[in-house]
């Protein structure tokens, strides 16, 4: 069967860094994404990743290994605005979405 | 502003009578999506379109049904409503299926 596992729950400080994994196993693999959820509302786009490496986006990076089905999502200078859900969601070979369940971060003042 | 309009934004419905959720997009694209989200779960495909007049069936159809007359909206009909079917629910549109989705607000539905 299909899986992405990502932790359920992480606790950082405002102006720290935190690293959010998520390993996936799919039947094929087109791309990795990230997405935000606040509490309450829809998620929304983050960052995109089809090859192995690094994409940065401000305060954002994304990490992608193919080779370990591995990725993860830095957050930089911790915002209170960051406390949020983030989550995984990788596209298998038909084209269809796999989402992982959500990792909740909760920023600490 | 352009993106995608659902409605409503939440309803209490009866065990066993039918409702539809209404989802509208002004983007244009061509792909569209039911989800829904439950907590401690992934966002559960329910049914999808790559193109108006055609649907699939994703990961959790039972109990549900779509249609993609036209391009913009994408109605999900619940039947016969059951207490398991209480659950958010998101409609998503990306401009094909490889592309990246954008989300509506949701719906919540309780079902007593």
């Known amino acids: 069967g299909q899986n992405i596992d990502q932790p359920t729950e992480m606790t950082a400080t405002e102006g720290a860094i935190v690293q959010i994994n998520c390993t996936y196993q799919?039947?094929?693999?087109?791309?990795l994404f990230w997405y935000q959820q606040h509490a309450g509302e829809a998620p929304t786009f983050l960052s995109y990743?089809?090859l192995d490496g690094l994409e940065e986006k401000g305060r954002f990076s994304s990490f992608l290994s193919r080779s370990k089905g591995y990725s993860y999502l830095l957050l930089k200078e911790l915002q209170m605005k960051d406390s949020a859900s983030y989550l995984c969601?990788?596209?298998?070979?038909?084209?269809?979405?796999?989402w992982g369940a959500g990792t909740k971060l909760i920023i600490k003042p | 502003t352009a993106g995608i309009t659902q409605a409503p934004t939440s309803q209490i419905l009866a065990a066993g009578r039918s409702m539809t959720l209404r989802c509208t997009q002004d983007?244009?694209?061509?792909?569209m999506y039911w989800y829904r989200q439950d907590l401690g779960l992934g966002l559960r495909l329910i049914h999808y379109?790559?193109?108006?007049?055609?649907?699939g069936k994703g990961e959790v159809p039972d109990g549900y049904s779509v249609s993609r007359a036209n391009t913009d909206d994408f109605p999900l009909t619940l039947a016969s409503a059951v207490p398991s079917q209480t659950s958010v629910y998101f409609c998503?549109?990306?401009?094909?299926?490889?592309?990246?989705?954008?989300f509506g607000s949701g719906t919540r539905l309780t079902v007593v």
């Open positions: 799919t039947s094929g693999f087109n791309g």
């Open positions: 998503a549109s990306s401009e094909s299926e490889k592309g990246g989705y954008t």
């Open positions: 969601a990788v596209r298998d070979s038909n084209y269809q979405l796999i």
């Open positions: 990743n089809v």
């Open positions: 379109s790559n193109t108006a007049g055609t649907t």
């Open positions: 983007m244009r694209h061509n792909a």
